[in-house]
């Protein structure tokens, strides 16, 4: 295993390499169950992003259906007309919320659906099919809305998952491993400097101790 | 206005011999005959986009294909000749009838003028562009292509009114757009331009004219049809709670019946309701044609009706659509028994608008890719 060579094997260095392994694996702790609650949340998500994704489509081909007999009823005379007539019309707006401190966006609208005396068309020039195509669309719309902030929330969480997960992946198998390596290579270098030292004191005594008795010895022949 | 009154006062007495009824009446039944008829939209129905632009162009639509075929492809040149020859043909229409019947026939095909004018408006308030509005528009009535254009050249809603000055329903219109624009204008006034539409239909109907008598159960068989689908669309679509400004009155139903059915809940109350509105027997003959089953009751068709009613749901559409081919039949059956009135002119106008509803469902289903089976359930025959 790879451990850090730029570290001086001091005691501020081991100390300080000791409290980054400690920051290193609160680190991992708090990521770990934040990337839990993500999971989960997502776990939570999806089958709601899912109904909502095939309501869209049968919503979806449910306009395709209605638009077809509108046209084949009402003719692009008819269809061009109830379009024109609208007066008021949806509005998006787009705001973010904080999810495991990930930004999701939140999409809200306004004048989705609407009543059919307020749509723009008079009641009494316009059919049936042009009712249920306009309140086929707004549904269409008020599903689509729903479904983009759903879908966004989920990509958002999906994107973070990974990024998070990378990252808890990273502290667990390389930053900690590297750190605690790293903190028992300075330790045994730090007994290894210790053991010399001793040793060389060991030495150094012995040296002196030969020293004074040569000096003594030969004091003693003066005499 | 004095122009107007006294316009439609020399029109009135307008002698109307009897040999001008006979002359009118036979050359719009021999109109008629020409209509395309049954087994040709069976026909229709099995052909593609060009081969029924085809078979139109060798009809009576031959001139506006050819106009038409330089600029237009497609389903655009189905619609455009069809729209174009619907135009051409109710002007031709109002051209041939002499005296009162001339001013009943422009009347009764005023709903297109209507139409136009709401056009005309709403694109000059929402700045909607010239050329796309000129092809949607139908000058059938007494708005022609020239006046329509001029109207189209106006910068401004007062302009646009006062363009229409001599249009029998102008002083409506300028009653509600005095005001200028403010949201929800344009239905009210669409509502009250209809609204009049019948009313006059109704006087001019009454003023002695032949056959004007035997229109009246039609037309307030018609007003009827309408509420009630009102009645459906705004119980489904709405929360007002008073409906009897969007009721046309005149009908054999007055507007305090639908105001009284709005808000029922209870089955049995619904159903005594619509019995009382004697509209169950013609919801049954409809949903007999539709199922093609002789066997079906009023009870069923009660039940339908009661279940679309109480999901607050509009009816469905092929039930609407039973129900136009039924308006179309009882035309037909009293126009026979009165050859020489204003019926026939009636039956033949309604009869080329569904012809030109026909075709237009057929070239339009087929665009959409749908079978020949489900494309006739959209046909008015």
Same mark, same amino acid.
């Given at each position: 295993?790879?451990?850090?060579?730029?570290?001086?094997?001091?005691?501020?260095?081991?100390?300080?390499?000791?409290?980054?392994?400690?920051?290193?694996?609160?680190a991992?702790?708090?990521?770990?169950?934040?990337?839990?609650?993500m999971?989960?949340?997502?776990?939570?998500?999806?089958?709601?992003?899912?109904?909502?994704?095939?309501?869209?489509?049968?919503?979806?081909?449910?306009?395709?259906?209605?638009?077809?007999?509108?046209y084949?009823?009402?003719?692009?005379?008819?269809?061009?007309?109830?379009?024109?007539?609208?007066?008021?019309?949806?509005?998006?707006?787009?705001?973010?919320?904080?999810?495991?401190g990930?930004?999701?966006?939140?999409?809200?609208?306004?004048?989705?659906?609407?009543?059919?005396?307020?749509?723009?068309?008079?009641?009494l020039?316009?059919?049936?099919?042009?009712?249920?195509?306009?309140?086929?669309?707004?549904?269409?719309?008020?599903?689509?809305?729903a479904?983009?902030?759903?879908?966004a929330?989920?990509?958002?969480?999906?994107?973070d998952?990974?990024?998070?997960?990378?990252?808890?992946?990273?502290?667990?198998h390389?930053?900690?491993?590297?750190?605690?390596?790293?903190?028992?290579?300075?330790?045994?270098?730090?007994?290894?400097?210790?053991?010399?030292?001793?040793?060389?004191l060991f030495?150094?005594?012995?040296?002196?101790?030969?020293?004074?008795?040569?000096?003594?010895?030969?004091?003693?022949?003066?005499? | 206005?004095?122009?107007?009154?006294?316009?439609?006062?020399?029109?009135?007495?307008?002698?109307?011999?009897?040999t001008?009824?006979?002359y009118?009446?036979t050359?719009?039944?021999?109109?008629?005959?020409?209509?395309?008829?049954?087994d040709?939209?069976?026909?229709?129905?099995?052909?593609?986009?060009?081969?029924?632009?085809r078979?139109?162009?060798?009809?009576?639509y031959?001139?506006?294909?050819?106009?038409?075929?330089?600029?237009?492809?497609?389903?655009?040149?189905?619609?455009?000749?069809?729209?174009?020859?619907?135009?051409?043909?109710?002007?031709?229409?109002?051209?041939?009838?002499?005296?009162?019947?001339?001013?009943?026939?422009?009347?009764?095909?005023?709903?297109?003028?209507?139409?136009?004018?709401?056009?005309?408006?709403?694109?000059?308030?929402?700045?909607?562009?010239?050329?796309?509005?000129?092809?949607?528009?139908?000058?059938?009535?007494?708005?022609?292509?020239?006046?329509?254009?001029?109207?189209?050249?106006?910068?401004?809603?007062?302009?646009?009114?006062?363009g229409?000055k001599?249009?029998?329903?102008?002083?409506?219109?300028?009653?509600?757009?005095?005001?200028?624009?403010?949201?929800g204008?344009?239905?009210?006034?669409?509502?009250a331009?209809y609204?009049?539409?019948?009313?006059?239909?109704?006087r001019?109907?009454k003023?002695?004219?032949?056959?004007?008598?035997?229109?009246?159960?039609y037309?307030?068989?018609?007003?009827?049809i309408?509420?009630?689908?009102? &009645?459906? !669309? %705004?119980?489904?679509? /709405? =929360?007002?709670?008073?409906?009897?400004?969007?009721? #046309?009155?005149?009908?054999?139903? +007055?507007?305090?019946?639908?105001?009284?059915?709005?808000p029922?809940?209870?089955?049995?109350?619904?159903?005594?309701?619509?019995?009382?509105?004697?509209?169950?027997p013609?919801?049954?003959e409809?949903?007999?044609?539709?199922?093609?089953?002789?066997?079906?009751?009023?009870?069923?068709?009660?039940?339908?009706i009661?279940?679309?009613?109480?999901?607050?749901?509009?009816?469905?559409?092929?039930?609407?659509?039973?129900?136009?081919?039924?308006? &179309?039949h !009882? %035309?037909?059956?009293? /126009? =026979?028994?009165?050859?020489?009135?204003?019926?026939? #002119?009636?039956?033949?106008?309604? +009869?080329?608008?569904?012809?030109?509803?026909?075709?237009?469902?057929?070239?339009r289903?087929?665009?959409?890719?749908?079978?020949?089976?489900?494309?006739?359930?959209?046909?008015?025959?």
């Open positions: 295993m790879a451990y850090q060579t730029d570290v001086k094997p001091t005691r501020a260095g081991l100390l300080a390499l000791r409290s980054r392994l400690r920051m290193a694996r609160k991992y702790k708090i990521l770990s169950m934040k990337l839990d609650g999971i989960m949340e997502v776990i939570r998500l999806t089958p709601e992003v899912k109904k909502e994704y095939d309501l869209l489509i049968a919503r979806f081909n449910r306009t395709r259906f209605l638009i077809a007999a509108a084949m009823m009402e003719g692009t005379v008819g269809m061009t007309v109830a379009a024109y007539s609208v007066e008021v019309r949806p509005e998006i707006e787009l705001s973010q919320r904080n999810l495991f990930v930004r999701v966006p939140v999409i809200t609208g306004t004048n989705i659906n609407k009543d059919v005396i307020e749509r723009g068309y008079g009641l020039g316009t059919s049936l099919v042009i009712d249920d195509l306009a309140d086929a669309y707004e549904d269409l719309l008020a599903t689509i809305i479904y983009a902030g759903s879908e929330t989920l990509k958002h969480l999906l994107t998952i990974e990024r998070i997960s990378r990252r808890v992946k990273a502290l667990e390389l930053v900690i491993p590297t750190l605690e390596e790293t903190e028992q290579y300075l330790s045994r270098m730090r007994d290894e400097i210790e053991r010399e030292d001793t040793s060389r030495h150094v005594k012995r040296r002196k101790e030969a020293a004074i008795e040569l000096e003594e010895e030969r004091r003693k022949n003066m005499e | 206005m004095n122009r107007i009154k006294s316009r439609r006062t020399k029109l009135h007495y307008f002698p109307v011999t009897p001008a009824y006979i009118i009446c050359r719009l039944t021999v109109r008629k005959s020409r209509l395309i008829p049954r040709q939209y069976m026909r229709l129905l099995n052909m593609d986009l060009n081969q029924i632009i078979f139109i162009g060798e009809t009576e031959q001139n506006e294909v050819n106009e038409l075929a330089g600029s237009l492809t497609g389903i655009s040149l189905i619609e455009g000749a069809l729209t174009r020859n619907f135009a051409e043909t109710y002007q031709s229409v109002i051209s041939i009838t002499p005296g009162a019947l001339h001013e009943l026939t422009e009347r009764y095909v005023a709903r297109w003028d209507i139409w136009n004018v709401m056009l005309v408006l709403r694109s000059r308030q929402f700045g909607i562009p010239v050329d796309q509005v000129r092809q949607v528009l139908i000058p059938a009535g007494w708005i022609k292509e020239a006046r329509a254009e001029f109207l189209l050249s106006q910068r401004t809603l007062a302009d646009i009114i006062d229409l001599g249009w029998e329903l102008h002083g409506v219109l300028e009653q509600y757009v005095a005001g200028g624009y403010h949201k204008l344009f239905a009210e006034v669409e509502n331009l609204m009049s539409f019948y009313k006059n239909l109704f001019d109907a003023s002695g004219i032949r056959g004007g008598n035997t229109i009246l159960p037309l307030r068989f018609e007003i009827d309408t509420n009630i689908r009102n &009645l459906f !669309r %705004l119980r489904a679509g /709405s =929360r007002i709670n008073d409906i009897r400004p969007y009721m #046309i009155p005149g009908g054999n139903l +007055h507007p305090e019946y639908f105001q009284q059915m709005y029922v809940e209870d089955k049995q109350q619904f159903i005594a309701g619509m019995q009382q509105a004697k509209i169950l013609i919801l049954m409809a949903l007999q044609e539709i199922r093609c089953d002789n066997q079906v009751c009023e009870a069923d068709a009660a039940d339908i009661w279940k679309r009613w109480s999901e607050r749901k509009t009816p469905l559409f092929s039930m609407m659509m039973a129900v136009t081919r039924l308006r &179309l !009882r %035309l037909d059956q009293i /126009s =026979r028994r009165y050859p020489f009135s204003v019926l026939p #002119i009636l039956s033949y106008l309604e +009869h080329k608008r569904y012809e030109m509803i026909n075709l237009r469902a057929i070239a289903g087929k665009q959409f890719g749908l079978d020949p089976d489900s494309i006739k359930r959209y046909l008015i025959l």
